[in-house]
């Protein structure tokens, strides 16, 4: 069976497997992504902020603790949802779910788009950009990160264990991927960093900078680990902006 966008976590055997990965001590999320993606969110007390994508709203906690003004999570998983919304609970945060793709986007209402490794289960992700676009304020920004193109390239290292190099293939052939992951068959869209960057052009952003989150060795615990993570690029990230 194949899973498409966000309806493999809505199976619990995959959703169980999968919370215990994504917050554990050692993940390359917490260690890698997040430093970069705070650095470009930059400050945001007082802003009001979208999460396209936002799980279980770990992210929105985290911004909220950063007094944002306002934060909406948005999420086509009815689990992530559902523990968004326990999260978020007496915050002023709150959570919708809604695919990407259906989601209504009122114009000209949030300072931040945010997406954590999202919009690569996105087929369609101009239409998604086009539309983030929109729901900005003039000079609001879009941040977001996706698997870095490196990875998703290619399934054919997929083998789970700990892994010191990749398998690069099919790089400039854009499209869909199967990837076995945690036990189940999962469909991700393949996109070089060429295609991200035309895409954010021709939805009209102006791109402020790009992150392939290198890591910092005060992250990690020992120089063995951090040598390993500087072997392969985990993650991709963009900050743009509406003029």
């Not at 169980?16 to 945001?44: C, Q, T, W």
């Not at 985290?62 to 003004?69: G, K, V």
């Not at 689990?79 to 259906?102: D, F, I, P, T, W």
């Not at 102006?206 to 005060?218: K, M």
């Amino acid at each position: 069976m194949e899973y498409k966008g966000s309806s493999v976590y809505d199976n619990k055997e995959f959703y169980d497997h999968y919370m215990v990965r994504r917050h554990r001590n050692e993940s390359p999320n917490k260690l890698i992504e997040n430093p970069a993606l705070f650095d470009l969110l930059g400050d945001i007390d007082g802003l009001n902020i979208l999460d396209l994508g936002c799980g279980d709203a770990s992210l929105g906690e985290e911004l909220l603790m950063r007094n944002c003004s306002s934060y909406l999570g948005i999420d086509g998983s009815k689990n992530m949802c559902e523990k968004a919304a326990y999260k978020l609970e007496g915050s002023l945060g709150r959570v919708q779910h809604s695919s990407l793709e259906e989601y209504e986007y009122p114009p000209n209402t949030f300072d931040r788009v945010v997406s954590q490794l999202v919009l690569h289960y996105i087929e369609e992700v101009e239409q998604v950009m086009e539309k983030v676009y929109h729901t900005l304020k003039p000079g609001g920004e879009f941040v977001f990160s996706v698997q870095h193109p490196v990875l998703t390239a290619s399934v054919e290292s997929m083998q789970g264990g700990k892994r010191s190099n990749w398998i690069v293939d099919n790089y400039f052939s854009s499209g869909k991927r199967i990837e076995p992951w945690i036990g189940e068959h999962v469909v991700k869209y393949h996109r070089t960093i060429e295609d991200y960057f035309l895409s954010l052009q021709q939805a009209g952003f102006e791109i402020q900078t790009l992150r392939e989150g290198t890591p910092r060795r005060e992250n990690f615990e020992t120089e063995e680990e951090y040598e390993r993570r500087k072997r392969i690029p985990l993650f991709l990230l963009f900050s743009c902006k509406k003029p």
